[in-house]
Nanobody, 115 residues
Framework: QVQLVESGGGLVQPGGSLRLSCVVS????????MGWYRQAPGKERVFIAG???????NYADSVKGRFTISRDNAKNTVYLQLNSLKPEDTAVYYC?????????WGQGTQVTVSS
């Protein structure tokens, strides 16, 4: 059974940083392109960062230069470093990958940026 478990969210002041983690089980992690998405209240879930199996990354314009995605295949874990956080970054953050028959999602972790 495939499982994705995110952690690391919380309340942070504007300009602060957080590091999110997502541990994947039940799948061959090293072969998967992993992505981070977020969903703000009342808005659709949107892509923000992705990393291929060989470490090629891409980012949404809204987070480019502030967020960094990385992975540790030995730990079946993908990370998202969030720097220079803004109130508009407040959302539930999800990790995900596209399997052979479906897209898998974690349960999400809440990030709140507020003073």
């Amino acid at each position: 059974q495939v499982q994705l478990v995110e952690s690391g969210g919380g309340l942070v002041q504007p300009g602060g940083s957080l590091r999110l983690s997502c541990v994947v089980s039940g799948s061959i992690f090293s072969g998967n392109t992993m992505g981070w998405y977020r969903q703000a209240p009342g808005k659709e879930r949107v892509f923000i960062a992705g990393i291929t199996s060989i470490g090629v990354t891409n980012y949404a314009d809204s987070v480019k230069g502030r967020f960094t995605i990385s992975r540790d295949n030995a730990k079946n874990t993908v990370y998202l470093q969030l720097n220079s956080l803004k109130p508009e970054d407040t959302a539930v953050y999800y990790c995900s990958f596209l399997g052979t028959t479906q897209r898998y999602w974690g349960q999400g972790t809440q990030v709140t940026v507020s003073s």
